[in-house]
Every structure is written in structure tokens, then in C-alpha cells.
Nanobody, 115 residues
Framework: QVQLVESGGGLVQAGGSLRLSCAASGSIFGINIMGWYRQAPGNQRERVAS???????NYADSVKGRFTISRDNAKNTVYLQMNSLKPEDTAVYFCNMQINRMTYWGKGTLVTVSS
């Protein structure tokens, strides 16, 4: 069984930085796209960033230039470096991976940005 575990969330002041990590474990034969999504209270879940096996990246307009997604294929891990954080970045962040042609989600990690 495949599991995703996120870490790195927390409380930070506006303008600060956080780095999220998400590691996959279990019977993994191949991971295609890795990504990060977020959901703020009262809002729908939205895609933040994604990265392909070949490291092609894609970002939501709201985070371009501030967030960087990366992956370590040897460790089955995806990262999200978040800089210049804003209060509107406050949300639960979920990692998402396409593993063995199936889609898996982590349980989420809370990021709170104070003004």
C-alpha cells in the first residue's frame, strides 16, 4: 500500500519562508507527476505547483516567482520551497502523486501566515 506523508508546515510571519516535504512509501514502481495543492477555509482545493518525472514545472499564477517545486526521484520525495509568504497563502497543503498509474493524496499539512 502506498502512503504519502507531508511535513514542514507551521506558523510563519508574512515575508517569511517555509519548506514542505512529502515522501511516498510502499510498493512503488514509478512516479509520474508530483504536485502540491492547497485548501483554505471555505475555499475549494486548488493546484499550487506540479513537476513531471523530467522536472518540467508548472505553477499557479498566485505563487509564481515565490514558490519552487522540486523532486528527488531516488527518495520518492517532492518539495515545495515557499518564500515571501503572504497571509493569503494560509491553507492546508496537500501533496499529490501519480504512482503506478494511480493518484494518491497526503493528509495535508497546515501553513499559517500571520500579518
Amino acid at each position: 500500500q502506498v502512503q504519502l506523508v507531508e511535513s514542514g508546515g507551521g506558523l510563519v510571519q508574512a515575508g517569511g519562508s517555509l519548506r514542505l516535504s512529502c515522501a511516498a512509501s510502499g510498493s512503488i514502481f514509478g512516479i509520474n507527476i508530483m504536485g502540491w495543492y492547497r485548501q483554505a477555509p471555505g475555499n475549494q482545493r486548488e493546484r499550487v505547483a506540479s513537476i513531471t518525472w523530467g522536472s518540467t514545472t508548472n505553477y499557479a499564477d498566485s505563487v509564481k516567482g515565490r514558490f519552487t517545486i522540486s523532486r528527488d526521484n531516488a527518495k520518492n520525495t517532492v518539495y515545495l520551497q515557499m518564500n515571501s509568504l503572504k497571509p493569503e497563502d494560509t491553507a492546508v497543503y496537500f501533496c499529490n502523486m501519480q504512482i503506478n498509474r494511480m493518484t494518491y493524496w497526503g493528509k495535508g499539512t497546515l501553513v499559517t501566515v500571520s500579518s
